[in-house]
């Protein structure tokens, strides 16, 4: 929950620079000042209406909801429009890039008519609100995601399996002519602030071109896919050993409830059905959790020490206090982990329905990594107080979550042995169905939501357009025929939430290219998943440095600090599974792989 995106509105009148007055560098400075102040004395407003819409779901808080996103797109949308105006204007690199940060930080451009916007209000509002009260209800029994999430990783009856996969995407049918007009408004919007569409202005913020943006995601994926095609050649055909042919069909794809998530994104859950054979000893953290009485609280103890031991200061009283770790049992709430920075100072939280099991224990430390960062970054102009780019605060949490090695569990007390090194091809292969299958679905959704931002895809085949890029990067089907009276694509949070989603493709490349150079920095040698950087204070230093710089520079400046290199590689994440891919191409030389 990035604060820039979700500020009030204010709707006084704000001093506009005028026409046809020759603008100054004093003009521009003024603007810039007044924009900050309004930004941070409306921001806190702001943030607490969304805590409370996200905590407390009914029709009021939707309703306050809607009026609070209301105020914030007018205002974000004039400020947007005023600081063109300055565009032609001589000035130092800071002050233009700021200005830049106010035209195009924007992830929802609402449209000047104020009915516009507030329809567009109402509808981001009230499908949040669906998702996070979604449900599947057979007979007035009714489940939530959480529950039927559990079917799908531990069932292995695949009717059980394609009734909680069906039943959970009945939550996104309604969603779908909103979702429409949603589109619509948005592109208007951003259409009104000089981009061609929505998706245009979300790859306008990247520090370099658009269209060169969006070929270095198929730079990044072409390294990576040559491991997931082998990742997922493996897991099909031990797929096949378990569900048989009839289940799995001849078009080499792999049906998406099988896979151990609802969303078939992680495929950890699948694990005991496509292990190496010769596997080594894996450690079950959940078991381990479980074992040394872990709650949800001493999971985020436990990961906040992580972060202190790298040399940041601990998470402020208030964090205790005020964030959110358990599911309630008599109200809805927006489920879907995410971290908040509620005053731009130290009001930071989490809100979180944390399981005491291994991925919620990863979700924690990824969760925290976006606390600590806007706390790094709390004193640099408005503007800048967010990531490097959006892949570098995904990635921050998830970067220290690779250093939860067995050596770090037994450091902290988790485990009494560390298992013999011998053989890891266990320990990689868990680790790439956690990671490596992620990489193509990171990237389709956006590919989804560009084609439909531009209208690649219309509206008659919202529904069609998601499968073919679920089948093209990902090899993974729907389990049985979808039409457009579904929606499934919103039965992904980060859809009717309208959150990019490249950020998690990024960050999924960007964390093993961090881990490999902190280890580096941390003077490790070895193999990289035996790595681990807790209480390493040059590790640290490097972290830290970055965290603080915001985005007060072009992220290519940020990752020269942080990965010794200007550009975003992947070979970091193919060194570190290089041991999995030669026994995965090993066990596929005589399988017929691809789809
Ligand atoms: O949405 C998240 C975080 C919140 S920023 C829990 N993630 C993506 C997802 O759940 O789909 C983290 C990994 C990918
Ligand atoms: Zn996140």
């Given at each position: 929950m990035l604060l820039l995106f979700t500020l009030a509105a204010c709707q006084t009148n704000q001093s506009k620079p005028e026409q046809n007055k020759q603008l100054t560098q004093q003009d521009a400075a003024e603007f810039l000042q007044m924009v900050e102040d309004t930004y941070i004395k409306e921001s806190e407003y702001a943030a607490r209406v969304a805590w409370v819409q996200a905590n407390f779901i009914t029709d009021d808080t939707v309703w306050l909801g809607a009026k609070s996103i209301e105020k914030m797109g007018a205002l974000q949308v004039k400020f947007a429009n005023q600081a063109k105006k300055f565009d032609d204007l001589d000035l130092p690199d800071d002050m233009r890039r700021r200005l830049e940060k106010i035209k195009g930080s924007l992830t929802l451009a609402a449209p000047d008519d104020p009915e516009k916007n507030a329809e567009l209000a109402q509808i981001m509002a009230k499908l949040e609100a669906m998702y996070g009260a979604g449900k599947y209800c057979v007979d007035g029994e009714c489940r939530d995601l959480g529950e039927l999430s559990k079917v799908i990783a531990e069932s292995r009856n695949h009717k059980e399996l394609l009734d909680a996969w069906t039943g959970w995407r009945t939550i996104a049918v309604p969603m779908r002519e909103k979702y429409q007009r949603m589109v619509e408004l948005a592109n208007e919007g951003a259409r009104e602030l000089g981009f061609a569409d929505t998706g245009a202005m979300w790859r306008a913020?990247?520090?370099?071109?658009a269209d060169d943006f969006a070929e270095e995601l198929d730079r990044l994926w072409g390294q990576v896919e040559p491991l997931y095609d082998a990742l997922q050649c493996h897991v099909r055909s031990e797929l096949t050993e378990q569900y048989g042919d009839e289940v799995m069909g001849d078009d080499g794809m792999i049906p998406a409830h099988l896979l151990g998530n609802m969303w078939a994104q992680d495929w950890t859950a699948v694990y005991d059905m496509v292990k190496p054979d010769n596997a080594g000893e894996t450690i079950d953290v959940t078991a381990r959790l479980k074992a040394h009485d872990y709650d949800a609280k001493k999971m985020v103890k436990t990961a906040e020490n992580f972060f202190v031991s790298l040399g940041l200061d601990p998470l402020p009283e208030t964090f205790w206090e005020r964030s959110l770790f358990l599911k309630p049992k008599d109200r809805d709430v927006v489920c879907h982990a995410s971290a908040w920075?509620?005053?731009?100072?130290?009001?930071i939280r989490i809100k979180m329905c944390i399981k005491e099991d291994y991925e919620d224990f990863v979700t924690v430390h990824h969760e925290l990594g976006h606390n600590f960062y806007q706390r790094a970054y709390k004193d640099k102009s408005i503007v800048y107080r967010t990531g490097a780019n959006d892949g570098f605060h995904e990635a921050i949490g998830d970067t220290i979550a690779l250093s939860m090695t067995p050596k770090y569990f037994k450091d902290i007390g988790l485990i009494d042995e560390i298992p013999s090194s011998d053989n890891d091809l266990g320990m990689l292969m868990k680790k790439a169905l956690e990671k490596v299958a992620f990489v193509p679905f990171g990237l389709m959704i956006d590919q989804w939501r560009w084609q439909v931002f531009n209208g690649e895809i219309s509206p008659d085949e919202y529904n069609a357009g998601w499968w073919r890029l679920r089948n093209q990067y990902q090899g993974v089907k729907a389990p049985v025929e979808r039409t457009e009276?579904?929606?499934?694509?919103?039965?992904?949070?980060?859809i009717p939430g309208n959150t990019p989603y490249t950020r998690y493709f990024l960050a999924h490349i960007l964390q093993f290219q961090f881990h490999r150079e902190l280890c580096k920095t941390a003077g490790f040698e070895g193999d990289l998943h035996r790595c681990s950087i807790y209480n390493n204070k040059a590790a640290g230093e490097k972290l830290i440095k970055v965290l603080e710089m915001g985005a007060e520079k072009p992220w290519q400046d940020a990752m020269q600090v942080i990965a010794n290199s200007r550009d975003m590689d992947a070979t970091a994440m193919l060194d570190y599974f290089a041991p999995l891919k030669l026994w995965l191409d090993e066990q596929n030389k005589d399988r017929q792989c691809g789809w």
């Open positions: 913020g990247y520090d370099m071109p920075d509620i005053d731009n100072e130290d009001d009276d579904q929606f499934d694509p919103g039965a992904k949070y980060h």
